[in-house]
């Protein structure tokens, strides 16, 4: 059973920084290809980025291109999400998610985390 856990979240200011992290039990983090996404308040979820299992692929949503940076620590079962000019339109809750394959994946993916709450002020 893979069970992933979030943190990191908060309230910022709008232009500040925040850092989320996943740390992934159960099984190997590494043979995993790892997502972020997020939920708003009466929006659907959607992906913010993702990260194939070796690090070496990475995507983004093109509302995050530039101000977002995805990376993994296998040795430590983790992933994290630096969040950089933070926008009120970025509140949500962030989720980590994970799947099985080896080719960057950004859908159907099968573990999901609990969830950290973002809050961004104007």
Known sequence: ?????????????????????????????????????????????????????????????????????ISRDNAKNSVYLFMNNLDPEDTAVYYCAARGGLVLAINDFEYWGQGTQVTVSS
């Not at 997020?38 to 995507?59: D, F, L, M």
């Open 1 to 69: 059973q893979v069970q992933l856990d979030e943190s990191g979240g908060g309230l910022v200011q709008a232009g500040g920084s925040l850092r989320l992290s996943c740390v992934v039990s159960g099984s190997s983090s590494g043979t995993y290809n790892m997502g972020w996404f997020r939920q708003a308040p009466g929006k659907e979820r959607e992906i913010v980025a993702a990260i194939s299992w070796h690090g070496g692929n990475t995507y983004y949503a093109d509302f995050v291109k530039g101000r977002f940076t």
